[in-house]
């Protein structure tokens, strides 16, 4: 069994950067790809960024590519998203999930594990 807390939500303005994190209790974390989702009000959970566990590989979503970057640390069981150049679209919960069957796109059904949420408000 896995457990994920956030952290590192808020608000922001356009232009702005924040970290978020992930924090996972549970012995096989580093056995994992993780990855972080974000649901808008009344739009669907959609995928934002995965990171393999087996060689640190990373995906984005097209609308945050090179913009955000996801990262691990095994030692730390934690998994982290870096958001830079936030924009007033970004805005909605965040939610770190785990065990992700692949990092490419997964769907939010195919996730083993999710976080509560954490708020991401970018104001314009």
């Known amino acids: 069994q896995v457990q994920l807390v956030e952290s590192g939500g808020g608000l922001v303005q356009a232009g702005g950067s924040l970290r978020l994190s992930c924090a996972a209790s549970g012995r096989t974390f580093s056995t994992y790809s993780m990855g972080w989702f974000r649901q808008a009000p009344g739009k669907e959970r959609e995928f934002v960024a995965g990171?393999?566990?087996?060689?640190?590989?990373?995906y984005y979503a097209d609308s945050v590519r090179g913009r955000f970057t996801i990262s691990r640390d095994n030692a730390k069981n934690t998994v982290y998203l870096q958001m830079n150049s936030l924009k007033p679209e970004d805005t909605a919960v965040y939610y770190c999930?785990?065990?992700?069957?692949?990092?490419?796109?997964?769907?939010?059904?195919?996730?083993?594990?999710w976080g509560q949420g954490t708020q991401v408000t970018v104001s314009s």
């Open positions: 990171i393999s566990w087996t060689d640190g590989t990373t």
């Open positions: 999930a785990g065990q992700l069957p692949y990092i490419r796109n997964p769907l939010p059904r195919n996730v083993g594990y």
